[in-house]
């Protein structure tokens, strides 16, 4: 059973902990007594309400996951978004995406620390399930932690009491704090989660604990020596730990790769062996708690105009219930579709290239023997364009043929998108939710996927890379590879060990794990985040500085605090 079918329980249980306006005055306790709060019930709800708070804040890390780095670029209707994907600092600080964020961060991270308190004494008959939720609570934590920190670094607010009424009372203890804090919630989690196998779907296990602490060390890592120290590592032993962790979770658990890259993101398919966590979502909106996935929506363009003359499709609907919502938020850089080989079968599990007929309806199916749209992942020329408009000349129902190239969506030499390419681009698939209850259904009920096994493959090629053994990381990304290959063309994807640089394993990243949300942080933590954004992203140009690899705290909240001389924004967003 998939976690969401308990979230309709604890529904109110989790709005009464996500009600007030800043970290500094969250009552996590809400409207729920003390005594309850400490019976075995009160406790396993308020752990569970944990999951709920996920949602809260799923769009936000999309967003600050992926825009401002080399993968996507704002589309024509991003307004908000361009505010981040772009680095505006003042619109940064004081952008409503941003308050949330940090908002919703701290009430999931609020509500964990209570966890932790309470769970140690309240009325718990067995110790064991004590034990896991103990555990679950930590790893929560640890989590939190993780974003909170890789996100605004030295800026971040450090608690790991729960707040009770209002406090305004900042703490900036640094970096290491964080680290340190999260290695030992990790630590004490260890000893009490349950296996994959054994686990409800979409709750905390050892094996999502396990993938947290591969993440954390490998993010420990690439900061200086005086942090790792501090944290109580070394870079070589995050390095050594962490391959470690990729080895187990490759090989002691039920994980496994899907041969069909595409039906890992399958609508049809949100329970699978590749998938290690997930965001869950129910079509059953009862069981929501009225937080339904919107992100389908923002990586879909115009489908029914033409990149080439802004023509009309008339074969298309401005919205469709397979097709998707159109938003025009987010779109493919150039240089995300042309890292791809044309033999690679991701590219074609990642974006849609062909759009069919849809007759009467925008909520029927296409009709998939007429094709009336292809936006190829190549240059077009002016007679393939003319020969598919004049295809309406011979067919049946008189259907043009819309032909277009990436010459139309972008400029080839800048890679900045045309005027007609920031609305008609290619779709993010990975996202698409069809099952929306109708075409222009902004509630989406997919689930979204944090963590799979293809990102351990690329993390453990990465940590073979620091270690010297290219040989080894060569292997392991052939192995990745084998379900991308086409079959004739197995040559065009083979991997030698002198291929394997950091910028090749983060091109693969991309391969793997384009749009999937957590590209910025990933960038970020291997040091290239400014050289790849400046080099591959055409809207950041002359505008992104060394210090925008952190995010600015929201103005309010450095606002409300009272003690403005230790608790401030910032210093290069300070002006």
Same mark, same amino acid.
């Given at each position: 059973?998939?976690?969401?079918?308990?979230?309709?329980?604890?529904?109110? *249980?989790?709005?009464?902990?996500?009600?007030?306006? $800043?970290?500094?005055? =969250?009552?996590?306790?809400?409207?729920?007594?003390?005594?309850?709060? =400490?019976?075995?019930?009160?406790?396993?709800?308020?752990?569970?309400?944990?999951?709920?708070?996920?949602?809260?804040?799923?769009?936000?890390?999309?967003?600050?996951?992926?825009?401002?780095?080399?993968?996507?670029?704002?589309?024509?209707?991003?307004?908000?978004?361009?505010?981040?994907?772009?680095?505006?600092? #003042?619109?940064?600080?004081?952008?409503?995406?941003?308050?949330?964020?940090?908002?919703?961060?701290?009430?999931?991270?609020?509500?964990?620390?209570?966890?932790?308190?309470?769970?140690?004494?309240?009325?718990?008959?067995?110790?064991?399930?004590?034990?896991?939720?103990?555990?679950?609570?930590?790893? !929560?934590?640890?989590?939190?932690?993780?974003?909170?920190?890789? #996100?605004?670094?030295?800026?971040?607010?450090?608690?790991?009491?729960?707040?009770?009424?209002?406090?305004?009372?900042?703490?900036?203890?640094?970096?290491?704090?964080?680290?340190?804090?999260?290695?030992? $919630?990790?630590?004490?989690?260890?000893?009490?989660?349950?296996?994959?196998?054994?686990?409800?779907?979409?709750?905390?296990?050892?094996?999502?604990?396990?993938?947290?602490?591969?993440?954390?060390?490998?993010?420990?890592?690439?900061?200086?020596?005086?942090?790792?120290?501090?944290?109580?590592?070394?870079?070589?032993?995050?390095?050594?730990?962490?391959?470690?962790?990729?080895?187990?979770?490759?090989?002691? *658990?039920?994980?496994?790769?899907?041969?069909?890259?595409?039906?890992?993101?399958?609508?049809?398919?949100?329970?699978?062996?590749?998938?290690?966590?997930?965001?869950?979502?129910?079509?059953?909106?009862?069981?929501?708690?009225?937080?339904?996935?919107?992100?389908?929506?923002?990586?879909?363009?115009?489908?029914?105009?033409?990149?080439?003359?802004?023509?009309?499709?008339?074969?298309?609907?401005?919205?469709?219930?397979?097709?998707?919502?159109?938003?025009?938020?987010?779109?493919?850089?150039?240089?995300?579709?042309?890292?791809?080989?044309?033999?690679?079968?991701?590219? *074609?599990?990642?974006?849609?290239?062909?759009?069919?007929?849809?007759?009467?309806?925008?909520?029927?199916?296409?009709?998939?023997?007429?094709?009336?749209?292809?936006?190829?992942?190549?240059?077009?020329?002016?007679?393939?364009?003319?020969?598919?408009?004049?295809?309406?000349?011979?067919?049946?129902?008189?259907?043009?043929?819309?032909?277009?190239?990436?010459?139309?969506?972008?400029?080839?030499?800048?890679?900045?998108?045309?005027?007609?390419?920031?609305?008609?681009?290619?779709?993010?698939?990975?996202?698409?939710?069809?099952?929306?209850?109708?075409?222009?259904?902004?509630?989406?009920?997919?689930?979204?996927?944090?963590?799979?096994?293809?990102?351990?493959?690329?993390?453990?090629?990465?940590?073979?890379?620091?270690?010297?053994?290219?040989?080894?990381?060569?292997?392991?990304? #052939?192995?990745?590879?084998?379900?991308?290959? #086409?079959?004739?063309?197995?040559?065009?994807?083979?991997?030698?060990?002198?291929?394997?640089? !950091?910028?090749?394993?983060?091109?693969?990243?991309?391969?793997?794990?384009?749009?999937?949300?957590?590209?910025?942080?990933?960038?970020?933590?291997?040091?290239?985040?400014?050289?790849?954004? !400046?080099?591959?992203?055409?809207?950041?140009?002359?505008?992104?500085?060394?210090?925008?690899?952190?995010?600015?705290?929201?103005?309010?909240?450095? $606002?409300?605090?009272?003690?403005?001389?230790?608790?401030?924004?910032?210093?290069?967003?300070?002006?």
């Amino acid at each position: 059973m998939k976690l969401k079918y308990w979230t309709f329980i604890i529904a109110l *249980y989790a709005g009464s902990l996500c009600s007030c306006s $800043d970290f500094l005055s =969250e009552d996590p306790k809400g409207n729920i007594t003390t005594n309850y709060s =400490e019976t075995e019930e009160g406790c396993e709800r308020l752990v569970l309400s944990l999951y709920n708070t996920h949602r809260d804040f799923l769009e936000r890390l999309y967003l600050f996951g992926s825009m401002g780095a080399d993968e996507q670029l704002v589309a024509v209707n991003g307004n908000d978004w361009r505010y981040f994907g772009e680095y505006f600092d #003042t619109q940064m600080i004081n952008n409503g995406w941003n308050r949330d964020f940090w908002k919703q961060l701290y009430n999931s991270l609020n509500v964990a620390n209570l966890a932790t308190e309470i769970i140690e004494t309240a009325e718990i008959k067995d110790e064991g399930r004590r034990a896991e939720l103990r555990a679950e609570a930590h790893a !929560l934590r640890a989590f939190y932690f993780w974003i909170i920190t890789e #996100t605004y670094g030295d800026g971040a607010h450090f608690t790991t009491e729960s707040t009770a009424g209002v406090k305004t009372i900042g703490y900036q203890p640094g970096v290491a704090t964080f680290y340190k804090q999260m290695l030992e $919630d990790l630590n004490i989690a260890a000893t009490g989660l349950k296996l994959p196998q054994n686990s409800q779907w979409g709750r905390m296990n050892e094996g999502i604990r396990k993938f947290i602490l591969m993440k954390v060390l490998m993010s420990l890592a690439g900061y200086p020596d005086d942090v790792i120290s501090a944290a109580g590592y070394t870079k070589e032993r995050c390095y050594t730990d962490a391959l470690a962790l990729t080895k187990s979770l490759r090989s002691d *658990y039920n994980y496994r790769l899907l041969d069909d890259y595409t039906q890992i993101f399958d609508v049809d398919n949100q329970i699978n062996d590749e998938i290690i966590w997930s965001v869950q979502y129910s079509t059953d909106k009862t069981y929501n708690g009225g937080g339904e996935n919107g992100l389908h929506r923002y990586g879909v363009g115009w489908y029914n105009k033409s990149a080439v003359d802004n023509k009309a499709i008339t074969t298309l609907w401005s919205h469709s219930l397979y097709y998707g919502r159109e938003y025009r938020w987010t779109m493919p850089s150039l240089f995300m579709i042309q890292n791809f080989n044309e033999y690679d079968k991701r590219l *074609y599990g990642s974006l849609q290239e062909y759009w069919c007929w849809i007759p009467t309806d925008w909520n029927q199916k296409p009709v998939y023997s007429d094709t009336v749209l292809i936006r190829h992942f190549r240059t077009v020329t002016d007679e393939e364009v003319a020969a598919g408009r004049q295809r309406a000349e011979t067919h049946p129902l008189g259907h043009e043929l819309f032909v277009e190239g990436l010459n139309h969506m972008y400029n080839l030499q800048t890679g900045e998108p045309t005027m007609n390419g920031r609305s008609c681009y290619h779709t993010n698939l990975k996202l698409l939710d069809s099952s929306r209850e109708f075409a222009k259904d902004e509630k989406g009920h997919k689930d979204f996927i944090w963590f799979r096994l293809g990102e351990v493959y690329l993390s453990q090629a990465e940590l073979f890379m620091y270690m010297g053994q290219k040989e080894e990381a060569a292997k392991v990304i #052939t192995e990745l590879r084998k379900r991308a290959l #086409t079959e004739g063309h197995e040559e065009a994807l083979k991997v030698t060990p002198d291929m394997i640089t !950091l910028d090749f394993i983060l091109d693969e990243y991309m391969r793997e794990l384009c749009m999937e949300g957590f590209r910025w942080y990933t960038l970020k933590r291997t040091g290239k985040l400014l050289e790849r954004a !400046l080099k591959y992203n055409p809207d950041v140009k002359d505008k992104m500085k060394a210090y925008h690899v952190t995010r600015p705290i929201p103005q309010n909240e450095v $606002d409300v605090v009272t003690n403005k001389d230790e608790f401030h924004q910032l210093p290069e967003y300070d002006k």
